[in-house]
């Protein structure tokens, strides 16, 4: 859901900006669902050929029945096949999951799964002076503009990230 909202609101330079410390991963899966979504919104395949972004095929035995786990632990039919990848990913790696969906976060952090958000990666980004709270602001309202389900909006940004200490 991350990759889409910022690979819609063209800001997936952002994205690789905020992230450029970090050893990044996606999925398969989640590049799957790109290219199906590419379908109505062609842009979406621009996240499917970024170089940044390494793949987890989650195909050995070991990562098949991690992501089986997940899968289970979200309740998956086609929904949150996705964020069951990234989860999993993200638990042999032990790594951190980034995902905007709340009831994914809600699951993953009930089994012990660090998991955050866009908002938390902004104030990290703002913390470390990659990015201004403007700028992180008007990044929220882009995403917003694509339907990113995000608790604040860019104005509301610097009280939130406050009142939830990430400031």
Not at 46 to 58: F, G
Not at 141 to 158: V, Y
């Amino acid at each position: 859901m991350l990759l889409s909202h910022f690979t819609l609101a063209d800001r997936l330079d952002v994205l690789q900006d905020l992230l450029v410390d970090a050893d990044c991963w996606t999925t398969q899966v989640v590049t799957e669902e790109l290219r199906a979504g590419a379908a109505i919104r062609p842009e979406l395949l621009a996240a499917c050929e970024v170089d940044w972004l390494k793949r987890a095929q989650l195909d050995t035995l070991d990562e098949v029945r991690c992501f089986a786990a997940w899968a289970r632990r979200l309740g998956v039919g086609e929904r949150n096949l996705g964020e069951a990848s990234v989860l999993a990913a993200a638990e042999l790696r032990r790594g951190i999951a980034i995902t905007d969906d709340r009831q994914a976060s809600k699951v993953a952090r009930s089994f012990g799964a660090e998991v955050h958000g866009t908002i938390w990666l902004l104030a990290a980004a703002c913390r470390s002076g990659k990015q201004t709270e403007t700028g992180a602001g008007n990044l929220i309202d882009a995403l917003r503009a694509t339907n990113a389900r995000l608790p604040c909006s860019g104005a509301e940004f610097p009280a939130y990230t406050r009142r939830h200490r990430l400031l």
